[in-house]
């Protein structure tokens, strides 16, 4: 596992660096900073539940051009699990429009997860882990005409600890009243042990369905979601949530 995974985090670097050398020369730079903040009941994630109780999820986003580097936090306030400061990620990661057909994007990056309160409840999903460490590598395509657009997408995770997976998503959005609605569904997909080797199921495991009703006011987006997911094997948990995600940008 150890040598397919630094083989994955080469090959991602070098992914990446070709991309970024795709840059016109003399072009001016595009920087925008971000910082957003989420209220969910129920943190569901890949199929499982990883708080079953309100959680807040701030963030923090800067991007230059196509590349894109920030901070995310997941706070629990209770429930099956000691309320705390349970996740910490900082992330890197790249897209960019292929230069013969500009709806397909390729992307690659990485994500160092960090577990402030190591929690050893058997439901957080965490095991007890202090960090791991993911790469992925994604190709997305974007189509639509007017009001509607579908943007198809692949991205394959590979974790220093968890294994791989195949995440799918279809998202479509609809303009309404000038503003876009958004409906996604993810098929979970596994590829080894991944989640530990007590969780070793391969193939599909679980279906996310998320709708998002976004409302802009100048820089700042409010955008209350609901999202279900549906285990497709046991050792994963059908949930239902819902929250408020918060953005602003400059």
């Known amino acids: 596992m150890k040598k397919s995974f630094i083989k994955f985090l080469i090959g ?3 992914v990446t660096a070709l991309l970024s050398s795709e840059e016109t020369p003399g072009k001016e ?16 994630w890949r199929g499982f539940r990883l708080h079953d109780s309100m959680c807040i999820q701030p963030g923090a986003e800067i991007s230059i051009d196509d590349l894109s580097i920030g901070w995310w936090g997941s706070i629990g306030t209770g429930g ?18 292929m230069p013969f057909f500009e709806k397909l994007s390729i992307s690659s990056g990485f994500t160092f997860y960090l577990f402030p309160l190591n929690v050893k409840s058997g439901n ?5 882990l202090d ?5 992925y590598l994604g190709s997305g395509l974007t189509l639509g005409k007017g009001k509607f657009s579908i943007e198809p997408g692949i991205t394959w995770y590979i974790d220093n600890l968890f294994g791989q997976y195949l995440d799918m998503s279809v998202p479509l959005s609809i303009a309404l ?11 979970a997909f596994n590829l080894g042990a991944y989640f530990g080797p007590d969780i070793s199921d391969d193939g599909f ?7 998002d009703f976004p409302l802009a006011v100048k820089a700042l987006e409010l955008s ?4 279900y997911q549906i285990a497709l094997k046991d050792s994963y948990t059908s949930a239902f949530s819902g929250g408020l995600s918060i953005a602003l940008s400059y």
């Open 131 to 135: 960090y791991s460490v993911e790469g």
């Open 177 to 187: 009243i000038d503003k876009k609605t958004s409906f996604s569904i993810s098929p």
């Open 224 to 227: 209350p979601f609901v999202y």
């Open 80 to 97: 099956d699990i000691a309320p705390g400061f349970h996740e910490s990620d900082i992330y890197a990661g790249y897209s960019v429009p």
């Open 205 to 211: 495991n679980a279906l996310m369905m998320r709708i």
């Open 124 to 128: 957080n999903g965490y095991r007890g």
């Open 29 to 44: 730079k595009n920087w925008s900073i971000g910082a957003s903040a989420n209220t969910a009941y129920n943190y569901l």
């Open 12 to 14: 991602t670097a070098l």
